[in-house]
Structures are given as C-alpha cells and as structure tokens.
C-alpha cells in the first residue's frame, strides 16, 4: 500500500524559509514523479511544483517560481520542497501526491495523496 | 490553462443525476482529470483521460468530453458522493485545477 507522510510545516515569518519532506513507501519511489499541491484555508487547490523521477525535469507554479526549490532523493525514497521568502498567500496545506504510471511526467494525474503538512505564514 | 467549473455549488438529493462542467480555456484534447474531496481529507482521484474511471471508482461515476469542455456525471448520487470536485487539466505546464464544485444534501 502506498503511504506519503508530509513533514516540516509549521508556522514561519514573511520573508523566512521552510524546508518540507515527504517520505514515500509501497511503491518503487524511484519509477514515479512527484509533486506537491497546496490548499489555502478553505480554498481550492493549487500545484505547486513536480520533479521527474530522474530529478532531470522540474517544473513550478508562477506563483512560486524563483522562491521555492524540489529536490528529490531516491535513496531515501523521500521529497522535499524548500521554500524561501514565504509570503502570507503561501500559507496552507501542502500536500506531497504520486503520479499514476510509472516513467510518465507528461500526462499522468495523482493517484496517491499524503494527508499535507499544513504551512502557515505569519508576523 | 484556466478552468472554469460550473456551477461552483449545488444541492441535491439521493438519487439524482448530477452534471458538473468544466471548461478549459484553451484545447487540452482530452487530458482531464476529476477529483473529489471531502472535509477534512486528502483529495480521491476519480477519473482520468476524459473518462477512464480510476480502479475502485462506483460506476455511477462518469466522465466526457474533450477540447475545451468536460463533464463529470454521477448517474445515482449517494450519500458518500457528498463532497467538493475538481478537475485537472494535464495537457501542459503549470498544471491548473479548476475552482471546485461542491455538492451538498438538498
């Protein structure tokens, strides 16, 4: 059974960092890309970012391109997301999602959704 | 790729037929994906490619369309069926996710 347990959120000033991880099991980590999504209180949903699962492909929203970094480590079948001059608007849950095929950054969608880290940006 | 739900919010009762549309701003072929989302949980993936209903998924779910408009059908609605849905375009980079429409007990 696929499990993915976010990790690292908590309460950050504007203008500071962050660094969440998702640690992956019951699958083959290093077959599948990866993203996260984030939901703001009582909002839609957003993605975020998505790395291949060779790291060789990257992608990010506009909204946070430039400010927040994915990095993958297959060894340890984990996934990270730093993020840096957070802003109030990044606050949320952040969720760490699995693509469905494996070798497919193109057109799969999530079949496996961690239970989000929540983030919330504050003074 | 902008996507636009419609309605954003609907009542109904056991047993109806719900339509929900989701219109996408430019031709994404037929790369489309339904979720839905209950209070509290992680989002479900339902449907992908238009209409290839994701193992597991009841049957009275069902999904249409391709180019610029899509269509997520619950033929039967049920009690568990209460629940916000999106959907996902996967034709392109940023992906994008439309408002969301939510269902609620008439």
Same mark, same amino acid.
């Given at each position: 059974?696929v499990?993915?347990v976010e990790?690292?959120g908590?309460?950050?000033?504007?203008?500071?960092?962050?660094?969440?991880s998702?640690?992956?099991?019951?699958f083959?980590? /290093?077959?599948?890309?990866?993203?996260? =999504?984030?939901?703001?209180?009582g909002?839609g949903?957003?993605?975020?970012?998505?790395? !291949? %699962?060779?790291?060789i492909?990257?992608?990010?929203?506009?909204?946070?391109k430039?400010r927040f970094?994915?990095?993958?480590?297959?060894?340890?079948?984990?996934?990270?997301?730093?993020?840096?001059s957070?802003?109030p608007? /990044?606050t949320?849950?952040?969720?760490? =999602?699995?693509?469905?095929?494996?070798?497919?950054?193109?057109?799969?969608?999530?079949? !496996? %959704?961690?239970q989000?880290?929540?983030?919330?940006?504050?003074s | 790729?902008?996507?636009?739900?419609?309605?954003?919010?609907?009542?109904?009762?056991?047993?109806d037929r719900?339509?929900?549309?989701?219109?996408?701003?430019?031709?994404i072929?037929?790369?489309l994906?339904?979720?839905?989302?209950?209070?509290?949980?992680?989002?479900?993936f339902l449907?992908?490619?238009?209409?290839?209903?994701?193992?597991?998924?009841?049957?009275?779910?069902?999904g249409?369309?391709?180019?610029?408009?899509?269509?997520?059908?619950?033929?039967?609605?049920?009690?568990?069926?209460?629940?916000?849905?999106?959907?996902?375009?996967?034709?392109?980079?940023?992906?994008?996710?439309?408002?969301?429409?939510?269902?609620?007990?008439?």
């Open positions: 059974e499990h993915l990790s690292g908590g309460l950050v000033q504007p203008g500071r960092s962050l660094r969440i998702c640690a992956a099991s019951g083959t980590f /290093d077959d599948y890309a990866m993203h996260w =999504v984030r939901q703001a209180p909002k949903l957003e993605w975020v970012s998505g790395i !291949s %699962w060779n790291s492909i990257i992608e990010y929203a506009d909204s946070v430039g970094t994915v990095s993958r480590d297959n060894a340890k079948k984990s996934l990270y997301l730093q993020m840096n957070l802003r608007e /990044d949320g849950l952040y969720y760490c =999602v699995k693509a469905i095929h494996e070798f497919d950054w193109l057109l799969a969608p999530y079949d !496996s %959704w961690g989000g880290t929540p983030v919330t940006v504050s | 790729i902008q996507l636009t739900q419609s309605p954003s919010f609907l009542s109904a009762s056991v047993g719900v339509t929900i549309t989701c219109r996408a701003s430019q031709d072929r037929s790369y994906a339904w979720y839905q989302q209950k209070p509290g949980k992680a989002p479900k449907i992908y490619a238009a209409f290839t209903l994701q193992s597991g998924v009841p049957s009275r779910f069902s249409s369309g391709s180019g610029t408009e899509f269509t997520l059908t619950i033929s039967s609605l049920q009690p568990e069926d209460f629940a916000t849905y999106y959907c996902q375009q996967l034709n392109s980079y940023p992906r994008t996710f439309g408002q969301g429409t939510t269902v609620e007990i008439k």
